[in-house]
């Protein structure tokens, strides 16, 4: 079975992406979702034909009620029973023919005990004559960063150049793999939006989750076309940069182990430790460098730090786009965050 994790803040796509996702799935009643609804009572969504049906979780929350994307994701997380696996999304997703069946196929496919799938997803829209189009052209897309201030963030690389690959980030719009996760890795309710997916990255990987992308795609994201969909940062800079705050601090005592914030279970995990995942990765945190291929996107082939060069090779994001001014641009159809 799969648990489908949602944190939605009312998104009118929803229904849309739920009904999607049934029609699609090979053993939809094999389904179950644990959905975190934020709703507007004055902009309401037709959600009742789900909320009917038992393979839907609810928590209801208004958006006056809301404490921002990771801790809704962290809510609907706990919805999670014992299925065998999970599959994080958004709201506002598109999926093809047999999806279930075709994750559990590469999941399974993998060499490893604990595989978990996740890639920056491919975008899809519906042009102004209700036609479907999908990104095609990106292949499997590496990920690779592009700033690197308070935290880093990621737009698309260029395609794999053969798969299987190994992923240096999870992507939170797409995550699927072992349903144990939802309780060896839980959500920190208390990030926010901006460095969430390098802190769930850091603590699944030293919990002992091997990170791959998936050799074919087949859930898409919704590109806005009209411009980013109502998000909890809608309520104002000091609310923004309040939880913003918080949520840096202890991102910023997650990389350097410092003992400044009592994280709990929100920690590194056990398995790995942090330096293990700068040498896969190509992260020195301390001095805020990395290693050439994480700004290109190459994937780490096992690991990325190989011998002590790798680590003299090591720069900062600005050092490297430097003289690197098509670096800059992004070669992708939409402006990352706003896909997102």
Not at 44 to 53: A, G, I, K, M, Q
Not at 151 to 165: E, I, K, M, N
Not at 200 to 222: A, C, F, K, Q
Request: include cysteine.
């Amino acid at each position: 079975m799969i648990f489908i994790s949602i944190a939605s803040y009312t998104d009118p796509e929803l229904p849309r992406t739920l009904r999607d996702c049934l029609d699609n799935a090979r053993w939809p009643a094999d389904l179950r979702f644990g959905i975190c609804w934020q709703g507007d009572p004055a902009d309401p969504v037709p959600l009742n034909v789900f909320r009917s049906d038992k393979r839907f979780r609810y928590a209801d929350y208004t958006i006056a009620e809301s404490e921002g994307g990771t801790w809704a994701r962290s809510i609907a997380q706990r919805f999670w029973e014992g299925e065998t696996h999970t599959l994080q999304i958004d709201s506002h997703m598109k999926f093809d023919e047999n999806w279930d069946v075709r994750l559990i196929e590469m999941l399974e496919a993998l060499p490893c005990d604990k595989p978990l799938l996740t890639v920056n997803t491919p975008v899809f829209w519906f042009d102004d004559d209700g036609r479907l189009h999908r990104h095609t052209d990106r292949g499997i897309p590496t990920s690779r960063v592009n700033h690197w201030g308070e935290t880093t963030w990621v737009d698309y690389g260029p395609p794999h150049p053969r798969l299987p690959a190994y992923n240096r980030f999870i992507t939170g719009n797409f995550v699927f793999t072992l349903g144990r996760w939802n309780e060896e890795v839980p959500q920190d309710p208390d990030h926010y939006y901006w460095g969430e997916e390098l802190n769930l990255t850091v603590r699944s990987w030293t919990s002992g989750y091997d990170l791959y992308v998936p050799s074919e795609i087949v859930v898409w994201h919704m590109l806005h076309r009209a411009g980013p969909p109502r998000r909890h940062w809608e309520k104002g800079d000091e609310v923004v940069n309040a939880k913003n705050r918080v949520a840096y601090a202890r991102l910023n005592a997650l990389l350097s182990g410092d003992g400044s914030v009592d994280l709990g279970p929100y920690a590194l995990g056990k398995k790995r430790s942090l330096h293990d995942y700068e040498v896969y990765a190509g992260f020195d945190f301390k001095n805020k460098r990395a290693h050439p291929d994480v700004y290109t996107g190459r994937p780490p082939d096992p690991v990325t730090i190989r011998t002590e060069a790798d680590w003299q090779r090591c720069i900062t994001v600005e050092e490297f786009f430097e003289g690197n001014p098509e670096r800059k641009a992004l070669s992708s159809l939409e402006d990352t965050s706003e896909a997102r």
